[in-house]
């Protein structure tokens, strides 16, 4: 794909992230940030079998006013591997930031896919530490895509190694598929996606992150802070599961469609993705919270 990648895409990138990793429940965390230090933070948590890259053209266009943090959450990207995973893990490495990087205070996590499940998480299980959290397409009462695509062997398998790079770029295929992105977007992450072994080339992530429990829809009634739902107009989350999680989430959490995007907004439609997040920004920096409706149940 030669598509030239527009002015933005390509300012965006070329916004060298300081990088880090610290040590999580005696797992190195690779993480890295954007903007001043002393600045309210937000930390961006990626989908399953994803990597921290897939923020790299987000990151540096959400408000130049926070500290941005994406993380490699355990078994995924650069960070370290584990014997096992689970949500309540990866929910604790996005938390372990706070002090890792000095934040100046809780942040809001915004987490995209199996990503939106571990910010519900952290939210849920360390509710004096998330100041809020946006989940972008993420269906509470379903598994992900990627987890069904493991168990169903159509994906995720024992992971092959490529004898080149094109070899290994050929086989990127996001999960699940969508017929719309932008390619030097798709480019960009599919090159992340992959590392050097010995042999030649293969994927940075463990098969076997999807052998973790779905997250009960129950876990957004325990949920306290601010929270904002985005899905996308072809995604994974419906309208009636959006409606579901608006009640779960007692009537207050706005749920917001992106039109035309495909589960992976970051791939089709990125802009659209930074303008909501940032009208979400500007308005909890402004606004009181609505307390939560008396809910039956």
Request: aromatic residues 8%; proline residues 8%.
């Given at each position: 794909?030669?598509e030239?990648p527009p002015?933005w895409?390509?300012?965006?990138?070329d916004t060298?992230?300081?990088?880090y990793s610290t040590?999580?429940?005696?797992?190195?965390i690779?993480?890295?940030a954007?903007g001043?230090?002393d600045?309210?933070?937000?930390?961006?948590?990626?989908?399953?079998?994803?990597?921290?890259?897939?923020w790299d053209h987000?990151?540096?266009?959400?408000d130049n006013?926070y500290r941005?943090l994406?993380l490699?959450?355990?078994?995924?990207?650069?960070?370290?591997r584990?014997?096992e995973y689970?949500v309540?893990q990866?929910?604790r490495?996005?938390?372990?930031?706070t002090?890792?990087a000095?934040?100046?205070?809780?942040?809001?996590?915004v987490g995209?896919s199996?990503?939106g499940?571990?910010?519900?998480?952290?939210?849920a299980?360390?509710?004096?530490?998330?100041?809020?959290?946006?989940?972008?397409?993420?269906?509470?009462r379903d598994?992900?895509?990627?987890a069904r695509a493991?168990?169903?062997r159509?994906?995720f398998?024992?992971l092959?190694?490529y004898?080149s790079?094109?070899?290994?770029?050929?086989?990127?295929?996001?999960?699940p598929e969508?017929?719309?992105y932008?390619?030097?977007?798709?480019d960009?992450i599919a090159?992340?996606?992959?590392?050097a072994?010995?042999?030649g080339?293969t994927w940075k992530f463990?098969p076997?992150?999807?052998?973790?429990r779905?997250?009960?829809?129950e876990t957004?009634?325990?949920?306290?802070?601010?929270?904002?739902?985005?899905?996308?107009?072809h995604?994974?989350?419906?309208?009636d599961?959006?409606?579901?999680?608006?009640e779960m989430?007692g009537?207050?959490?706005?749920?917001?469609?992106?039109p035309?995007?495909g589960?992976?907004?970051m791939?089709?439609q990125p802009l659209?993705?930074?303008t909501?997040?940032?009208t979400?920004l500007?308005?909890?920096q402004?606004s009181?919270?609505?307390?939560?409706?008396?809910?039956?149940g």
């Amino acid at each position: 794909m030669n598509e030239q990648p527009p002015a933005w895409f390509q300012a965006a990138i070329d916004t060298e992230p300081e990088s880090y990793s610290t040590d999580v429940d005696g797992c190195r965390i690779s993480y890295r940030a954007w903007g001043p230090t002393d600045a309210p933070a937000i930390v961006l948590v990626h989908g399953g079998a994803a990597h921290s890259g897939w923020w790299d053209h987000i990151a540096p266009l959400i408000d130049n006013t926070y500290r941005v943090l994406a993380l490699d959450l355990s078994g995924h990207g650069d960070s370290g591997r584990r014997e096992e995973y689970s949500v309540s893990q990866w929910a604790r490495e996005a938390v372990a930031l706070t002090a890792a990087a000095d934040l100046a205070g809780p942040p809001i996590m915004v987490g995209h896919s199996m990503g939106g499940r571990v910010v519900v998480t952290a939210a849920a299980e360390h509710p004096d530490d998330v100041a809020g959290i946006i989940v972008i397409d993420t269906p509470i009462r379903d598994i992900e895509p990627e987890a069904r695509a493991a168990r169903e062997r159509t994906a995720f398998g024992p992971l092959r190694v490529y004898p080149s790079v094109d070899e290994a770029l050929s086989h990127f295929r996001p999960v699940p598929e969508q017929k719309h992105y932008l390619p030097y977007v798709f480019d960009h992450i599919a090159l992340a996606s992959i590392g050097a072994v010995g042999g030649g080339w293969t994927w940075k992530f463990d098969p076997r992150i999807f052998d973790n429990r779905p997250l009960p829809a129950e876990t957004l009634r325990t949920v306290r802070c601010r929270v904002a739902v985005f899905r996308a107009e072809h995604g994974l989350l419906t309208a009636d599961i959006g409606d579901h999680m608006y009640e779960m989430l007692g009537r207050v959490a706005p749920v917001i469609e992106i039109p035309l995007a495909g589960h992976h907004v970051m791939l089709d439609q990125p802009l659209p993705l930074v303008t909501g997040i940032r009208t979400l920004l500007a308005d909890w920096q402004h606004s009181l919270p609505r307390t939560r409706a008396a809910l039956p149940g």
